[in-house]
T-cell receptor, first 115, second 113 residues
Framework: GDSVVQTEGQVLPSEGDSLIVNCSYE??????LFWYVQYPGEGPQLHLK?????DKGRNKGFEAMYRKETTSFHLEKDSVQESDSAVYFC??????????????FGTGTQLKVEL | DAGVIQSPRHEVTEMGQEVTLRCKPI?????LFWYRQTMMRGLELLIY????????DSGMPEDRFSAKMPNASFSTLKIQPSEPRDSAVYFC???????????FGPGTRLTVL
């Protein structure tokens, strides 16, 4: 079955640091890839997405490149702000016929940006 | 658009009681998903519907859990009887027919004492 692996449970950069949050995936299909962000007391919301290989998703200074050769979709930012603090989930939609819009989520990475 | 609406936002109940969670998806979305989120297990997909028909309920933990979607604008998730280990945040999400982005509601925090 499909799977998404996020290796870091928590990252603690200082404001202004660069950031990489790792995401790797496994699927036999041709997935779309997503990063969702969850703030305290809220539901996850779409942060950025990439629909096919070599696409780059972008939002609010964050980027993620869909790399089929390494089956990765790492989330990156050059300079994090305290307001970026949240939980980030990597997810895939396998796009299989009849699979609907089902998403497979990673376990999440808590980003806490320190002042 | 109002987004996905869930009620109640918080529910505290005692073990053995019936709990009903409610969801109104975004108008025009034909997929509806129920998730459960806990610290231990993360986000788990419980069941999802397409055009009001249940498609995959393999994530429903036990027969104590049931879900219905009587029409395109309403769904319920019922737990009967509830147990302390059901305590979690339950999210409803909906998705439009073409794009596979899901839109989540604010969640219902369930506490079973």
């Amino acid at each position: 079955g499909d799977s998404v692996v996020q290796t870091e449970g928590q990252v603690l950069p200082s404001e202004g640091d660069s950031l990489i949050v790792n995401c790797s995936y496994e699927t036999t299909q041709y997935p779309s890839l997503f990063w969702y962000v969850q703030y305290p007391g809220e539901g996850p919301q779409l942060h950025l997405k990439a629909m096919k290989a070599n696409d780059k998703g972008r939002n609010k200074g964050f980027e993620a490149m869909y790399r089929k050769e390494t089956t990765s979709f790492h989330l990156e930012k050059d300079s994090v702000q305290e307001s970026d603090s949240a939980v980030y989930f990597c997810a895939l939609s396998d796009g299989a016929p009849g699979g609907g819009n089902k998403l497979t989520f990673g376990t999440g990475t808590q980003l806490k940006v320190e002042l | 658009d109002a987004g996905v609406i869930q009620s109640p936002r918080h529910e505290v109940t005692e073990m053995g009681q019936e709990v009903t969670l409610r969801c109104k998806p975004i108008s025009g979305h034909d997929y509806l998903f129920w998730y459960r989120q806990t610290m231990m297990r993360g986000l788990e997909l419980l069941i999802y519907f397409n055009n009001n028909v249940p498609i995959d309920d393999s994530g429903m933990p036990e027969d104590r859990f049931s879900a219905k979607m009587p029409n395109a604008s309403f769904s319920t998730l019922k737990i009967q009887p509830s147990e302390p280990r059901d305590s979690a945040v339950y999210f409803c999400a909906s998705s439009p027919p073409i794009y596979n982005e899901q839109f989540f509601g604010p969640g219902t925090r369930l506490t079973v004492l």
